[in-house]
């Protein structure tokens, strides 16, 4: 998991009221679903700040996560945060170990269901190649259906399931996946440090 900082993606009103935080994209978890999800929080915070609804912020986001989903054109944002949405109320049902909203199996079978994909075979010049061919045909968006379809194999293993956390700062919004089934904080040098810290200063209050 990585911090980005994204210049230009919060208007100047926002970035004032996060002192800063708001600033930052979170990547790099396993799944392109938790990162997604990740974009109504910030490491630390409680406050729920929408990356996606800021100027640019859509876009901002997908030049970062471009290289793990298919090529072709971008969804539409709303349909963006549709699946985001989708996937927070399943996400955190499976962490908070609660009965799975139906409507959110629905949603996602909808987005896989609306382009999904077969093998198609190429001839190149030395023998052939299988490639994996997205059809658009049904209206639906490859990155979204990409989304939602790693998301799905993943979420129906128990052994995967079981690596999803909530970070253990309370006042903390963020959601990961340790990998490290030691991992307890979002970001270290974030929550980790500031729990070292306040561990420290009771100690020494003694
Ligand atoms: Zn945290």
Redesign the pocket.
């Known amino acids: 998991m990585e911090l980005i900082e994204i210049p230009n993606v919060y208007n100047s009103d926002m970035a004032v009221s996060t002192a800063g935080r708001g600033r930052s994209a979170v990547i790099g978890a396993p799944i392109v679903a938790v990162d997604l999800i990740n974009t109504v929080a910030a490491?630390?915070s409680a406050t729920r700040q929408d990356l996606l609804s800021a100027d640019g912020g859509a876009a901002a986001w997908w030049r970062i996560e471009r290289t793990r989903v298919p090529g072709g054109d971008l969804p539409d944002v709303l349909a963006l945060r549709r699946l985001r949405s989708t996937l927070r109320d399943l996400i955190e049902a499976l962490i908070d170990d609660r009965s799975v909203p139906q409507r959110t199996v629905s949603d996602l079978n909808f987005f896989m269901q609306s382009a999904p994909t077969s093998t198609r075979l190429q001839l190149t010049g030395t023998g052939l190649r299988a490639e994996t061919h997205w059809h658009r045909e049904f209206g639906g968006n490859p990155q979204l259906a990409f989304i939602a379809t790693q998301a799905a194999e993943f979420l129906s293993d128990p052994s995967k399931v079981g690596r999803l956390r909530r970070?253990a700062?309370p006042a903390?919004s963020?959601i990961f996946v340790a990998v490290n089934p030691q991992r307890s904080?979002?970001?270290p040098g974030?929550?980790g440090n500031r729990a070292r810290v306040a561990r420290h200063y009771r100690r020494a209050r003694g």
Request: proline share 9%; net charge neutral.
């Open positions: 490491p630390g970070c700062n903390c963020m904080w979002c970001a974030v929550c």
